[in-house]
Nanobody, 121 residues
């Protein structure tokens, strides 16, 4: 199984920056992809950014040019650098990992518990 622990959330003023971290641990063969999703009050969870093990990334249109996702494959960690934050970025941010398990050799999705990001105007 895989455990994900996020850190780095907090309160920041509009225009500020935050960096979120996600650490994956447990028993798995590899982490194929990692991503960040967010859920604002009263809204559905939405994709923010994803990154695969080879380094290709994908971003929501709303964060392109402001957020950068990266990962350290050796440490099984993912990061989300968030710049030029806006009040509409306020949400709980969740880390997701797609892990290839050792046995059975299957892909499974895992989620972290979430970290709150609040951007004040």
């Amino acid at each position: 199984q895989v455990q994900l622990v996020e850190s780095g959330g907090g309160l920041v003023q509009a225009g500020g920056s935050l960096t979120l971290s996600c650490a994956a641990s447990g028993s798995f063969f590899s982490i194929n992809a990692m991503g960040w999703y967010r859920q604002a009050p009263g809204k559905q969870r939405e994709l923010v950014a994803t990154i695969v093990s080879a380094g290709s990334t994908n971003y929501a249109e709303s964060v392109k040019g402001r957020f950068t996702i990266s990962r350290d494959n050796a440490k099984n960690m993912a990061y989300l650098q968030m710049n030029s934050l806006k009040p509409e970025d306020t949400a709980v941010y969740f880390c997701k990992a797609v892990a290839l398990l050792t046995f059975p050799r299957v892909l499974r999705d895992y989620w972290g518990q979430g970290t709150q990001v609040t951007v004040s105007s």
